[in-house]
């Protein structure tokens, strides 16, 4: 059997041939040879061409030579907003993540200082799951914290945690400046945290200080002569109660390093303000169920000045748990182990007792802290890999080969030596012609050198991927060359390379390699836009993924994120960015421009309803600006029906988008003054009046004489130049700021009231066998069958299969999903299924969503009656009673709330039912095919 062999890269695959002057020199030959060896026979120094070629290769080899400089050196620049720290995310920047499990929040919390108080007020803490169980009464379908009925179900609510904390023991006592680090002001800075960083589907429930079983230890023990007694008493206190309650350190970057582990081990969870928490050194300082003997010996040894210990004992100090075992003591779940006032230690040195001057002993113990704030301080400051600092070169600037040729060749800066006649001065300008092809390409590779750090940076905002300089020190350039632009580099660029510069296309190609330096990808996204928005897709998807990139370091990092309740200004809950990051890392990756929490029904489209003569209705469109509130766009004609309107209005919107901008710019550029009639740009229309005014409209892909809208934003133009300026705002406004999408995420968790004060919310539901279930109702009041809940106020389904059998759990990881279901991208049914892909893949995987696209547009005559506007201001009051932790309203405000999201319907683009076997040339796209399609 053959052996399994490993297919792998080599990390070094660089030849170096081109330092090599002699392998390029041989290298060229061969070239000359396969070419023209019939010709040409001659290849020594001597011959014209040979110079020729090695002048070029020298100059390869300088090229080559900076291409070897350091890395650093290569991306260094004296301007600091393109220097090496802008090209790259730090490790403090991509590397950490929000907390996810108990660990890191553990780390979290111990990281608590204050910056005029206390500088360590939490040991330690554990973050342990609540148990809390719902109780079902399935005869009537109430729900109670406690058994109700007769026929009883229960489930365990998930996703809530209670934090024990180990308070510092001098955590109440003064400072020199008479201020205390109280425990609640403790408690106010853990619940800030926790909220800033709570998880998805995830809350504390309570606080608490964990308690304390005294313990006594006494013993007898021996010292070398030279050991000073005070200290070694102060280092044998501390190492009894740091053995009783393990204390965490904090370590600087180099210490974790040190100590062998990774950078990807030591930046893992949550960035702390006092440096690095070692991971294995936290999970093993958890709460002691016993304390042994032989374990306290075991630490006493370790401390210097100790000799032998004569003699220890341990023993409980209130009698709570007996003790049946003098060298072992089981202490309670949940509690601390602590030393109490009946320890007691004796020191000798060989047969004469010690007297120990417990003032000194406490100055020691003094000494020793500040030892550790010392360290502490280290880690504080000493948390951060620093990037190396390169040596910026001008790695661009390149001389002319020209001059690089014997003088005898008058190419050089010396110019024609000895006899000069025409032929010769003909001769010698012919083969600078020649050769400044060669110089021309050289120059543009020395320039693209130079220009590597600003396009591989994921803050590069170039707008050109080619890129070449001027040629200088040329003697009478002037006379081979004419209209070149020495002065400007990228003039000269554009005027060489912008017929061969896709630019759009090839960014989009750098963006994919920044991409997936992180393992993402837009590929699939990519190919979805090309069917949404033709040719301009290339441009909308480079500009997403500049969104993308720009904003990865809280995309990556807040992925699991859930949104700040607790945060009581309107601008917080309403408008707000303050949003679950699971929201925003979806929102990027579909190309949704604005995810803000905000009125999404409120559309700058407006969907208008005229209600005819004949009682008949009709209808029309118009969009308006979303700053100035100025029309850009309305249809010029009028539609029988809804969808027509909406139809027209989609297409009006995708004929602007999909204009391509380099064709538009080409376009603008051909157009003169007072021509009776112009040709089409993409779909716009321009048209010129007797008045000497302009206009311009979009018209139909299929009939370009069918106008579909009209611009009046600022028609009509008085002159040709403010009409391109119009041209380009309007084609810019669609492509990459009009926008009717947005994302609602809605935590079911946080729409359970707790078990403190759900009477005062009017009870904590109501569950109806057969398919609801229903909240803050009283309690008390009597909901039996023959009352049942109504399907407005159903959340969901109550009951997985049979209520008598299991109950279903409405609050536990799961979360509702709103979308405008009326938005252009989101009627398409491919893109659809696509988005929902990647909520299901972007929401953590314990956590189920329920997806909906609801709503519709707002005309002008209507007022906010349909199901998306009511549930933006069901959720807006709730938002703003639960930061405010407003209880006498909250339980209203998620009754109201759930039965706006029972409300939700989602929508479709109208379609018409066929047959598989029938032909149908209607032109109502959306065709619904029995047996092939699904909704």
Not at 61 to 89: P, V
Not at 139 to 164: A, Q
Not at 491 to 499: A, F, H, M, P
Not at 762 to 772: K, N, Q, R
Request: with cysteine; aromatic share 10%; charged share 30%.
């Amino acid at each position: 059997m053959s052996e399994n062999k490993h297919i792998s890269i080599s990390k070094n695959i660089e030849t170096e041939d081109q330092t090599d002057f002699h392998f390029l020199r041989r290298t060229g030959v061969e070239y000359i040879e396969k070419l023209g060896g019939k010709l040409w026979t001659d290849y020594n120094s001597h011959d014209p061409g040979i110079t020729t070629l090695e002048v070029l290769s020298y100059a390869i080899t300088d090229l080559g030579m900076r291409m070897n400089l350091n890395m650093e050196d290569i991306l260094a620049s004296e301007d600091e907003k393109k220097d090496i720290h802008t090209q790259f995310l730090k490790a403090t920047e991509i590397l950490p993540s929000r907390p996810l499990n108990e660990v890191d929040y553990r780390k979290l919390f111990i990281d608590i200082n204050f910056k005029s108080g206390h500088q360590r007020p939490i040991r330690n803490c554990w973050l342990v799951p609540k148990t809390e169980k719902l109780y079902v009464d399935c005869k009537t379908g109430k729900l109670d914290f406690k058994p109700i009925g007769d026929k009883v179900k229960d489930f365990d609510v998930k996703g809530m945690y209670d934090l024990y904390v180990d308070y510092a023991e001098d955590i109440d006592v003064e400072d020199i400046n008479g201020r205390k680090c109280e425990k609640s002001n403790v408690n106010l800075k853990i619940l800030d945290r926790y909220h800033t960083n709570r998880s998805l589907c995830e809350d504390l429930a309570e606080i608490k200080e964990v308690e304390t079983q005294k313990v006594a230890v006494c013993a007898r023990i021996g010292l070398v002569n030279k050991a000073d007694e005070e200290l070694v008493h102060a280092k044998v206190t501390r190492a009894i109660n740091n053995y009783l309650a393990p204390e965490v350190h904090f370590y600087s970057l180099k210490q974790l390093l040190d100590k062998g582990q990774t950078t990807d081990e030591i930046f893992e969870g949550p960035l702390l303000d006092n440096g690095f928490i070692d991971t294995e050194e936290l999970k093993n300082s958890q709460l002691r169920r016993e304390v042994r003997v032989s374990d306290i010996i075991s630490e006493l040894m370790k401390i210097d000045g100790v000799k032998e210990i004569h003699e220890i004992s341990i023993t409980g100090c209130d009698n709570v748990i007996k003790q049946t075992n003098d060298w072992l003591i089981c202490i309670e779940k949940g509690k601390k182990p602590e030393l109490c006032e009946l320890s007691s230690f004796s020191y000798s040195k060989g047969s004469l007792p010690l007297n120990i001057n417990d003032a000194k002993v406490q100055e020691y113990l003094k000494t020793l802290k500040r030892e550790e704030e010392v360290l502490r301080e280290d880690a504080r400051q000493n948390k951060e890999l620093v990037l190396p600092q390169g040596t910026s070169y001008d790695i661009a600037n390149y001389a002319t080969i020209l001059n690089e040729f014997p003088d005898t060749y008058g190419v050089g800066i010396s110019g024609i030596i000895g006899n000069q006649n025409p032929e010769r001065e003909a001769l010698a300008k012919q083969l600078k012609g020649y050769l400044l092809f060669f110089d021309q390409i050289l120059a543009s590779y020395f320039k693209h050198l130079e220009k590597v750090k600003e396009v591989l940076s994921v803050n590069g905002d170039l707008k050109r991927t080619y890129f070449t300089q001027a040629l200088k020190n040329i003697k009478g350039f002037d006379e081979l060359v004419s209209n070149y632009d020495a002065e400007s580099d990228d003039k000269l660029t554009d005027s060489l390379y912008e017929e061969l510069d896709n630019s759009v296309e090839r960014r989009n190609e750098v963006l994919d390699h920044l991409i997936s330096r992180f393992a993402e990808t837009f590929s699939d996204y990519t190919f979805l836009m090309k069917s949404l928005y033709g040719k301009s897709a290339d441009e909308i998807v480079l500009s997403n993924k500049e969104n993308f990139l720009n904003e990865y370091q809280s995309l990556s990092k807040d992925r699991g994120l859930g949104y700040d309740y607790t945060l009581i200004g309107d601008s917080d809950n309403w408008n707000t960015d303050n949003i679950s990051g699971a929201q925003k890392r979806i929102a990027r990756l579909l190309g949704i421009k604005n995810y803000s929490q905000r009125n999404l029904s409120q559309s700058p489209v407006s969907i208008i309803k005229t209600e005819n003569g004949d009682g008949k209705y009709s209808y029309t469109w118009k969009i308006k600006d979303a700053t100035s509130s100025n029309i850009v766009l309305s249809s010029v004609n009028t539609y029988e029906i809804e969808y027509a309107a909406t139809k027209n209005l989609n297409e009006a919107i995708y004929q602007t988008i999909q204009i391509d901008q380099e064709d538009l710019e080409n376009a603008l550029e051909t157009l003169e003054e007072g021509q009776d009639s112009y040709d089409l740009i993409g779909n716009i229309q321009i048209r010129f009046s007797g008045g000497g005014n302009y206009y311009f409209d979009i018209v139909d892909d299929t009939d370009k004489k069918n106008v579909m809208a009209t611009h009046k934003k600022t028609n009509p133009y008085p002159d040709l130049n403010t009409l391109k300026i119009g041209i380009r705002e309007t084609v810019k406004y669609f492509k990459y700021d009009f926008t009717e999408e947005g994302i609602f995420l809605i935590e079911h968790l946080l729409l359970k009231p707790t078990a403190k004060d759900y009477k005062l919310m009017g009870g904590i539901g109501c569950m109806e066998i057969g398919a609801t279930f229903r909240i803050s109702f009283d309690i008390e009041a009597d909901y039996s069958i023959t009352d049942p809940v109504k399907y407005s106020e159903a959340l969901m389904s109550s009951c997985e299969e049979d209520c008598e059998t299991d109950v279903f759990d409405p609050y536990s990881y799961r979360v509702s999903v709103v979308l405008p279901g009326f938005a252009y991208r989101f009627q398409d049914p491919d893109f659809r299924r696509y988005a929902e892909t990647v909520i299901r893949q972007e929401i953590p995987a314990h956590v189920l969503a329920k997806i909906c696209w609801v709503g519709d547009r707002l005309s002008e005559k209507q007022t906010a009656q349909n199901d998306l506007s009511e549930f933006e201001v069901a959720f807006k009051k709730y938002l703003s009673d639960k930061s405010k932790n407003n209880t006498a309203n909250l339980g209203n405000s998620i009754q109201d709330l759930l039965i706006a999201l029972t409300n939700l319907n989602n929508i479709y683009r109208p379609g018409r039912l066929l047959d598989c076997a029938i032909d149908d040339n209607d032109g109502l796209d959306g065709k619904i095919i029995l047996g092939q399609s699904n909704i």
